[in-house]
């Protein structure tokens, strides 16, 4: 089983900043993709950013050149970098990990964490 616990959300400005903070832990192999989605009151979850091990990236097309996507592997955790925010950003954001259980054929599992709130205001 795996853990995915994120930090990081809250209210913010237009044009502000905001880090979201990803920690995986439980057991595992290895992780493939660490992303991030986000939902907002009314609409579908959406993928906002993802990174898999191999480092590369995938973004929405609303938040390139604004948001950045990292990880650092030792730690199990990825971030999100989100610049330059706008309403249309509010919503919740959830972590999500596709990992191998016990070796590199036992994959994928998908894991989501519980979300964080955040709130862009005009």
């Known amino acids: 089983q795996v853990q995915l616990v994120e930090s990081g959300g809250g209210l913010v400005q237009t044009g502000g900043s905001l880090r979201l903070s990803c920690a995986a832990s439980?057991?595992?192999?290895?992780?493939?993709?660490m992303g991030w989605y986000r939902q907002a009151p009314g609409m579908q979850r959406e993928l906002v950013a993802a990174?898999?091990?191999?480092?590369?990236?995938n973004y929405a097309d609303s938040v390139k050149g604004r948001f950045t996507i990292s990880r650092d592997n030792a730690k199990n955790t990825v971030y999100l970098q989100m610049n330059s925010l706008k309403p249309e950003d509010t919503g919740v954001y959830y972590c999500?990990?596709?990992?191998?259980?016990?070796?590199?054929?036992?994959?994928?599992?998908?894991?989501w964490g519980q979300g964080t709130q955040v709130t862009v205001s005009p």
């Open positions: 990174l898999n091990s191999g480092g590369s990236t």
């Open positions: 439980g057991r595992f192999f290895s992780i493939n993709v």
């Open positions: 999500n990990a596709d990992v191998c259980g016990s070796s590199m054929a036992d994959c994928p599992y998908e894991y």
